[in-house]
């Protein structure tokens, strides 16, 4: 498999006049003849740190690329006009059928999206979503091929599909004052 190219390099013609662009990779991407300006801002995405009474994580195993059949936490991208809270209660609905009500954001981490050879900026927004009882758990099988509680053990971190997801549990297990070792 080839190495993403970033988003940056994929701009060859301005979207606004079609005129070829000179300064490949620049950003902000400025176009030489009408001035259009676009800047590779990253892209908003959730991630829900999902715990028990018993201080377990809930992760799940990826069912599609990036990351197919790694580890990830329940969440997703943003869509316009959505907040943060309200794509953490979408996405943690869709992937695992179960309903948020109460999430603290913990941490945020960028992360690189790479996906049919395209690399996108992204900052990731994680929250902490604490349970009271077991949930019943209701997979979208399209997203998730499992789910399973977990103590976020170094052999877990190491199949963590994204780099800013494996970050995120190790900041969670420093505040439970847990040491992380292994990193």
Known sequence: ????????????????CGNRATCLGDNPFVCDTCHFTHYFSPVAAVGAIITDPRQRVLVIRRAKDPGLGKFGLPGGFVDPGESCENALRREVLEEIGLLIDNAVLLTTCPNRYCYAGTAIPVVDLFY??????????????????SWQWCQCEPQVLKQMAFTSHRQALEVYMEKMGHRVSDR
């Open 1 to 16: 498999m080839s190495e993403a190219v970033s988003i940056t390099e994929i701009f060859r013609f301005c979207p606004r």
């Open 128 to 145: 902490l979503c604490r349970l009271d009882e077991d949930p019943s758990i209701s997979l979208d099988k399209n997203e998730v091929i």
